[in-house]
């Protein structure tokens, strides 16, 4: 009897492990994939068949891409909005944050739903479209940043952290005089330092990762990013996939060599890799920001 | 009636009408802080929705400025909304959102939750650790990346085909991406993927928050480990698990644009086509406008009212407001 049961229970235990081992590959397998095919020679990656290990392995792709320009503009572009955009982000919001953590506020009703609201409807693509075009803000840098200054739900999380900052504190500096601009930027903007950091993460990797305002607002080169770099290449790789060879040669006036798979994976190593180099950092706080969210829901 | 500046019990106090000005005094700084923030929703979230107009005109953008050619455009009422309803497009492209949300749901759902409990029995904590890294890590990447790989996991000499001929599952490459009764499929498992991992976070707070002496009490009962996650796991896990699936289901007509949009093709146009992508085409590449914003206002409508019955359902289930 008892010998029984420990074999179910170590069928048990090999099913678990083997069920998350698959997990693991399945996950961890296609970004080892990318890296195996990009740090293979070019030419000989037309021959297919690189699963587990380069066959020849050359930065040659890598040393392709850095010596393009469009792919030095694109990283500027995609790291200037990044920090740029994240620290409006995180000054904006946490001020928001903090003036509707005070209940007694001329409106907070009112203040609360209007922007809670923007979390549930919107213009849609199209008005959105023709509202940031008559803003004059079609090929302007500006445009990375400020429709997307605000995320409302964000906001909850850091307006949640400061009301569960203690309340004394901020009353003792009002006893002294301070106004609340002085008590926001002296007192309770360094105690928000955790959840600051936090949606700051959320923050940085919605910058680098996007891609649709750079695809659809912009059309001079020099303002393309570099995840819409990559979905360039990305379609000009589908087309020719469908295309006949001459087509592909008539095609193939564009500044980034579309035809090798390699240096496609490559771009995708340098877009992927900034997220895997921060991500052990990033997945405490998002764990934490997760975590928050739904407490609060 | 009395003002009492010092009341946190989260309710609205009632001000006195002639002490508004002195108290408005009072919060300059705050509305201050505000500002910035408020000129952001007037200007990136209201005034879009007053664009929402061009559905009910015919706009030509060749007249002038937006809103000048905007109000001077003729009215046409519901014109545009009853054209989509009829042209046929409207089944295809709702067939093809509601089969990739629900595809992508049947596999994107139960996926976390077996995630989290496995995890929960693993003791290892190396291993545990490792896989729960390895299993966020996709959900980090932007949807350009993830479909990029897609792209070449699936290619004809890709691992997925160099898998499927390894068992002789298939002896010719199968063009996934250009076979169209392929796409809800790879975008399903595609989601399932980039999502899974991290969505199990939630589950695994759920678990982490049940009392360890009940597992402790079945063990001395003799609940093998199998019962003890059908019998107190599983049900403590089910207000979780009830409510994350009432979220799901509001997001039904949400298909998301980016896998769509990155991972379709001509070929696969009659798969891939959703609300939000349909509406881009339209829109941004063929230029109807007024057409494309009514196709996205219905969308935009319709989700508004699930997210209200999902909301007032999740009140009843669970006794508080996701709002």
Not at chain 2, 84 to 112: E, H
Request: charged fraction near 15%; include cysteine.
């Amino acid at each position: 009897m008892k010998s029984k049961k420990s074999i179910a229970e170590y069928m048990f235990d090999t099913a678990l492990y083997l069920f998350l081992t698959v997990i693991f590959i399945v996950t961890f397998y296609p970004f080892w994939n990318i890296l195996v095919i990009s740090l293979n020679d070019a030419t000989d990656t037309l021959r297919g068949g690189l699963y587990f290990w380069p066959r020849e392995i050359t930065f040659d792709s890598y040393l392709a891409i850095f010596r393009n320009p469009e792919i030095w503009s694109a990283i500027r572009v995609t790291l200037l909005r990044t920090i740029i955009g994240t620290s409006l982000s995180i000054f904006c919001i946490s001020m928001l944050a903090y003036s509707l953590s005070k209940r007694h506020l001329i409106g907070w009703r009112f203040f609360s739903f209007f922007f809670v609201f923007t979390m549930y409807f919107g213009g849609g693509l199209i008005p959105t479209y023709m509202v940031i075009k008559s803003l004059g803000l079609i090929d302007s840098f500006w445009v990375f940043i400020f429709p997307g200054l605000i995320g409302v739900f964000l906001m909850i999380l850091v307006r949640t952290f400061i009301e569960q900052l203690p309340g004394e504190i901020e009353e003792s500096a009002k006893i002294d005089g301070a106004n609340d601009l002085q008590i926001f930027f002296r007192i309770v903007m360094p105690l928000c330092v955790p959840v600051l950091a936090t949606i700051g993460l959320f923050l940085a990797i919605g910058h680098w990762n996007s891609w649709y305002d750079s695809y659809i607002y912009t059309y001079k080169p020099e303002l393309k990013t570099l995840q819409a770099v990559l979905v360039k290449i990305l379609n000009q790789f589908q087309t020719a996939s469908m295309m006949s060879d001459a087509q592909q040669l008539a095609k193939s006036n564009s500044r980034v060599p579309v035809s090798s798979e390699s240096i496609r994976m490559a771009v995708t190593m340098v877009a992927t890799l900034p997220i895997v180099l921060v991500y052990p950092f990033v997945q405490k706080y998002f764990v934490k920001g997760m975590m928050m969210g739904a407490i609060k829901s | 009636m009395q003002t009492n500046m010092n009341v946190h019990d989260g309710r609205e106090l009632t001000i006195p009408r002639r002490k508004l000005w002195t108290v408005f005094k009072e919060q300059k700084y705050l509305f201050l802080m505000m500002l910035p923030a408020l000129i952001w929703a007037l200007l990136f979230a209201y005034t879009p929705m007053v664009g929402l107009y061009m559905s009910f005109v015919n706009y030509q953008p060749n007249l002038g400025g937006f809103w000048t050619t905007l109000f001077h455009s003729e009215f046409v009422g519901f014109d545009w909304f009853e054209y989509f309803f009829t042209n046929g497009d409207f089944l295809i492209v709702l067939r093809n959102t509601l089969a990739s949300t629900l595809i992508t749901l049947c596999f994107s759902f139960p996926m976390p939750i077996l995630i989290a409990i496995a995890i929960n029995e693993i003791k290892s904590v190396r291993f545990k650790k490792t896989v729960q890294t390895a299993s966020y890590l996709p959900y980090f990447i932007s949807w350009v990346i993830a479909a990029n790989i897609i792209v070449t996991l699936l290619s004809s000499d890709g691992a997925i085909n160099a898998i499927l001929k390894f068992f002789h599952i298939t002896d010719e490459s199968i063009l996934f991406l250009q076979n169209g009764k392929y796409f809800w499929w790879i975008v399903a498992i595609g989601n399932t993927w980039k999502d899974m991992g991290y969505s199990s976070i939630m589950y695994l707070a759920a678990i982490s928050a049940i009392n360890p002496e009940l597992y402790e009490a079945a063990k001395v009962d003799g609940a093998n480990r199998f019962k003890q996650i059908r019998y107190i796991t599983l049900p403590h896990l089910k207000p979780t698990i009830v409510i994350l699936l009432i979220l799901a289901l509001g997001g039904i007509l949400n298909a998301g644009f980016d896998q769509h949009f990155l991972l379709g093709n001509e070929l696969t146009k009659d798969y891939s086509d959703v609300l939000s992508t349909y509406s881009f085409r339209y829109g941004i590449q063929n230029g109807m406008f007024s057409y494309a914003s009514a196709v996205g206002m219905f969308s935009s409508v319709v989700a508004f009212i699930i997210v209200c019955i999902v909301n007032f359902t999740a009140k009843k289930v669970n006794g508080q407001s996701l709002f």
